[in-house]
T-cell receptor, first 112, second 112 residues
Framework: KQEVTQIPAALSVPEGENLVLNCSFTDSAIYNLQWFRQDPGKGLTSLLLIQSSQREQTSGRLNASLDKSSGRSTLYIAASQPGDSATYLC???????????FGAGTRLFVKA | EPEVTQTPSHQVTQMGQEVILRCVPISNHLYFYWYRQILGQKVEFLVSFYNNEISEKSEIFDDQFSVERPDGSNFTLKIRSTKLEDSAMYFC??????????FGPGTRLTVT
């Protein structure tokens, strides 16, 4: 049974810092891994998708990596800004029926 | 830019009543999903749907739940007899293939 864990649960950093959010999963038989952003009371915005055959993906100041063998993914945010304040979720989509398991998220606060 | 839409944004119902939550996925997407998020908790997978049938469902998706794609554009989630614990935000998502999922804004269901 797939379990997805995210650490830290919460993070507060000053503006401009580079930071790393961690995601681990127990079953390496994933089809892909997706990172999302969720603002309070809102829906989920897709940030990056990494296919199981890929090692990393980049979009602007965001870089996500995937190591299937160790069951880990990281989301790197460069030069953080107050507008980056949100909850960041990772989700593993399993092979087969595409059951998607979410982590509990990392709540990020970037101080101006 | 195409987006997933959901109606209503907020639904209040009495315990034991049936509710239907509606979603319009992005056209030409082939995979459809329902998730729920109880306040303050993880996003939980309910069901995936492809080629007019359920691909996979979670333990939460019991006989009280059903999904349907009644026409070429809508995707619905029905809860036959709502319970207090069904109160949550329900998200619909779609993807073009077994790739990036795009989420709707959610329907907040309140069962009294």
């Amino acid at each position: 049974k797939q379990e997805v864990t995210q650490i830290p649960a919460a993070l507060s950093v000053p503006e401009g810092e580079n930071l790393v959010l961690n995601c681990s999963f127990t079953d390496s038989a994933i089809y892909n891994l997706q990172w999302f952003r969720q603002d309070p009371g809102k829906g989920l915005t897709s940030l990056l998708l990494i296919q199981s055959s890929q090692r990393e993906q980049t979009s602007g100041r965001l870089n996500a990596s995937l190591d299937k063998s160790s069951g880990r993914s990281t989301l790197y945010i460069a030069a953080s800004q107050p507008g980056d304040s949100a909850t960041y979720l990772c989700a593993a989509l399993n092979t087969g029926g595409f059951k998607t398991i979410f982590g509990a998220g990392t709540r990020l606060f970037v101080k101006a | 830019e195409p987006e997933v839409t959901q109606t209503p944004s907020h639904q209040v119902t009495q315990m034991g009543q049936e509710v239907i939550l509606r979603c319009v996925p992005i056209s030409n997407h082939l995979y459809f999903y329902w998730y729920r998020q109880i306040l303050g908790q993880k996003v939980e997978f309910l069901v995936s749907f492809y080629n007019n049938e359920i691909s996979e469902k979670s333990e939460i998706f019991d006989d009280q739940f059903s999904v349907e794609r009644p026409d070429g554009s809508n995707f619905t989630l029905k809860i036959r007899s709502t319970k207090l614990e069904d109160s949550a935000m329900y998200f619909c998502a779609s993807s073009p293939r077994d790739t990036e999922q795009y989420f709707g804004p959610g329907t907040r269901l309140t069962v009294t």
